[in-house]
Structure formats: C-alpha cells, structure tokens
C-alpha cells in the first residue's frame, strides 16, 4: 500500500509519449510494404522515438512481433525503437517470408528464431494484456493478412464488448470464436461495404481503418449515428496519411481503395501524452503555485488536450508557451462537462470537481462502465471514500464540492486512472490518502508516482 502526503504541490514534469498514438505509429510501421502485391525483402527500417514506454504499447510490440515485425530498442537511446516490418505474403496461406530481407531476420519462414506461431500454416498467438487498443486495433488486421490463431487476454480485457465489431468481421470472411480469457480467430478478410456505429468505440473504426487498405477490392465504410471520441479516429486517419494510405472521407463514410501498401516514414517521433499530462495539469489547477508539463504539442489531434480549456472553465490560469503548458488555481466553481469526448480524463476531472465550490455535473460518460474498471462507480467511490460528494447516476456523475477531501484510503480497482486520480486528490486533502495498488499505473505510465514525488509540496 502506497501512502502519498497530503498538500498542494509545485513543480515541472516532463511527460512521456502518447500511448494512443505510440499504438497508431508502430502498427503503420509494422504493416510497411504490406499490402496484395506485396514486395519481399525489401529490408525497410522505420526509426520510431517514443520517450517512456507502458504495459499496453509493449503489448501491441508483442503482437506485432508475433506477426513477423522485427522491433528493437536501440542500444544507444533506450527512446527510439527499429523496426523491421512485417512485408509478408499477404494473398494465399498467410506464409511468413523474410521480412528484413535477411537469413535469420524475425518474420522469416523457416528460421528457428522466428517469433511464436508465425510459421507457414502455424497459429499465430497475439498475448494484448489488458489493452483493449491493442485487441481491437489488431483484430481486423489479423482478418486483412489472413492469419489464423488467437488473442490472449487478461484483467478485465474478456468482459469487454466486441459487438458489432466481431459480426461485421465474420460477414466478411473471419471466423471468430471466445473460450474464456482467449479469442481464436481465422479466414481472410474480404473487401465490401462495412457499418459501425459511432457510439460504441473509436477503436472498432480505427481497427478497419487500418485492415481495409490491405484488401485486394475497395471497401465502404459507414460510420452511423453520433461519433463519439471523434478525435481518436482523426488520430488514426493522421497516422494512416504518413503511412500513404489514402481514402476520400464524406461525412461518416469512407470509401477505401484495396490494393493499398503502407510506407511509413524512415523516421517518426511520438508527441507527449495529454491524457497523462492532464493529471498534473490538474495538480496545478488545484494549487496556489504552477506546475507545469512539457513535451506537449499543442496543436495536437489528441482529444484530451481539452484539459487546458476545461481546467480554465473551473477558473484555473493556464499559460500555453512552445511545448509546455503551465497551470495554477484560481477561485474554481463547478461546471457541466460533456464527457462525450474525454471519456478518459472523467476520473481527474471529478477530483478537481471537488475542490471547486459548488456543483460539477459530468455528462455522457455511461462508456466509461467498461473500463479497465466501471469508472463511473469506481471514481464515485473514489471521491466519497476520501470525504467528499459524489452521486453517480447512468450515464454520469454529480459532484458537489467544497475544495478540499479528507483523505483515507483510495480503492484503486486496479485501474491506472484511478489510481492517478487519488494522487490528485491527496494534494487537496487534510490527511494522507493510501493507495491499494499503485502498481496498476504501469498500463499507461510507469513512471507515474516518481514523477508526483519529484513535486515540491507547499507550505500551509
């Protein structure tokens, strides 16, 4: 049990790259070269920075790797990552030829070093953790290159949803089956038009994004109803341009030509993570001194980079210069939050919710109930459990605060935002906050509780 000290805090923290797009650049790497006409051999290498690492990208590391990709971290600069793609047969039986066009490369059939259950005819075994991401962005992709074998999955990852997902998949060509905590899969993806709805999962559209390309027809793809966590496709729809996919977007719909290859850049940096940032931005919405993040691209297409908007709508004082972004408190008053775009940063948010004044409503949130943890119940009872008020109803939360908690003990429900959230709260409450499980910060930031210690706590 991890017991943090209470107090406002000061200080700079430099964030580590985005998860999100970490995902996005190492899958367009990976696919590189693949494509109906594929060309072996070719010995591409994609440089890619990526300044911190977590459980859920060496997961999709993992996966790829299982695939055929060759992904190293270089010896000299433990940030950057090579990375070999996987340029297999995609037509035909799913063989894995020589992807570094090499003897001996990983991805080479044959080889006795290659990566488990990636040889011609084997089953190929993708151990995802607990990244939902990694499943869903790699699930179609599998169908494109026609592998068969199965997921791993683990935590909480088995009681998520695949609907509709898993029955668009299997119109169009895959077998799918779940026995327990895996997921087999099998047959070749065919080209045709697709549906999805826009209010399940970005992830589910982002997962076709990347697979429909590789297809030897062209593909429509309608996205219907409202698009929630809109910026997370736009995302993908970025990563897929660098990779020189191409597809003409009107309104909801895409028409994606087949017979596509990814080319990605030789070199690709990953920009820092506004989801992660967005804890300590709200230590310096809270406190009487800044603190600040760098590392940050402002301009980013990252949704949660609207936490410098919405901490200024509490009353916070933000200043914006290059590539940091300094926060520090104000006479903060509750508000309404639409969570329909930030379903991620409702945890924080609510923290800060309680030391304001007055009454925060977070709305549209009900997504959140199949998180690594139902964030709704758990970031209510993280909040009433440390002295404050929360009312969680279905789809939203209710916080009533008075700018400050009382401190105690935080379930962290082994979920990483939880327990980053009650690190926030400790620095508005009276007595210590002890954590359950610190540890499960390792999903998404690892370096989490060192970076909060390094804050300078305030005198009072």
Not at 71 to 86: F, L, S
Not at 248 to 268: T, V
Not at 303 to 316: K, N, Q, S, T
Not at 351 to 371: C, Q
């Amino acid at each position: 049990m991890l017991e943090l000290n209470p107090g406002k805090r000061k200080g700079t923290v430099k964030i580590p790259a985005s998860k999100s797009m970490a995902h996005r650049y190492l899958i367009c790497a990976a696919l590189s070269g693949c494509g109906p006409e594929a060309v072996t051999g070719e010995n591409k290498k994609i440089s890619i920075v990526c300044d911190g690492m977590s459980a859920d990208i060496e997961a999709t590391i993992g996966c790829l790797k299982a695939l055929g990709a060759s992904i190293e971290h270089d010896d000299d600069r433990e940030n950057r990552m090579t990375c070999t793609p996987v340029c297999g047969n995609i037509p035909g039986d799913s063989a894995i030829v020589c992807a570094a066009g090499e003897e001996g490369a990983i991805g080479c059939a044959g080889i006795e070093d290659r990566a488990p259950g990636c040889g011609a005819g084997e089953d190929c075994v993708l151990d995802c953790g607990e990244s939902g991401s990694t499943l869903r962005f790699l699930l179609p992709v599998v169908g494109a290159l026609g592998k068969k074998g199965l997921f791993k999955m683990h935590g909480r990852l088995p009681e998520r949803p695949l609907a509709p997902l898993d029955e668009e998949l299997k119109k169009h060509g895959m077998t799918l089956k779940k026995q327990g905590d895996e997921l087999y899969f099998g047959g070749k993806l065919k080209a045709g038009s697709y549906s999805m709805p826009g209010t399940v999962s970005s992830q589910y559209i982002s997962g076709l994004l990347f697979a429909l390309p590789m297809l030897e027809g062209d593909s429509i793809l309608t996205v219907t109803g409202p698009v929630e966590s809109r910026d997370y496709i736009l995302m993908t729809e970025e990563a897929l341009a660098k990779a020189g996919i191409v597809f003409e977007k009107k309104g909801n719909s895409y028409r994606i030509p087949g017979g596509q290859r990814y080319d990605m850049p030789k070199e690709l940096t990953v920009e820092g993570d506004f989801s992660n940032a967005a804890f300590f931005l709200s230590i310096g919405a809270l406190s009487s001194e800044e603190v600040t993040v760098t590392g940050l691209n402002t301009a980013s297409l990252q949704g949660d980079r609207r936490i410098v908007e919405i901490l200024e709508a509490f009353g916070a004082n933000t200043t914006v210069t290059g590539d940091s972004v300094s926060v520090r408190g104000g006479t903060l008053s509750g508000i309404t939050i639409d969570a329909k775009l930030i379903p991620d940063l409702v945890p924080v948010l609510a923290v800060v919710a309680a030391g304001a004044e007055g009454v925060t409503n977070i709305v549209n949130a009900g997504r959140l109930r199949l998180k690594e943890s139902d964030r709704l119940k758990s970031t209510a009872a993280l909040i009433n459990g440390l002295g404050g008020k929360c009312e969680e109803l279905e789809d939203g939360l209710v916080i009533t605060g008075n700018g400050a908690l009382k401190g105690g003990t935080a379930d962290t429900c082994n979920d990483h935002r939880i327990a980053m959230a009650a690190a926030v709260a400790a620095c508005i409450s009276r007595e210590k906050v002890s954590l359950t499980d610190e540890k499960c910060v390792g999903k998404s930031y690892p370096g989490f509780f060192e970076d909060f210690k390094r804050l300078e706590i305030l005198e009072t």
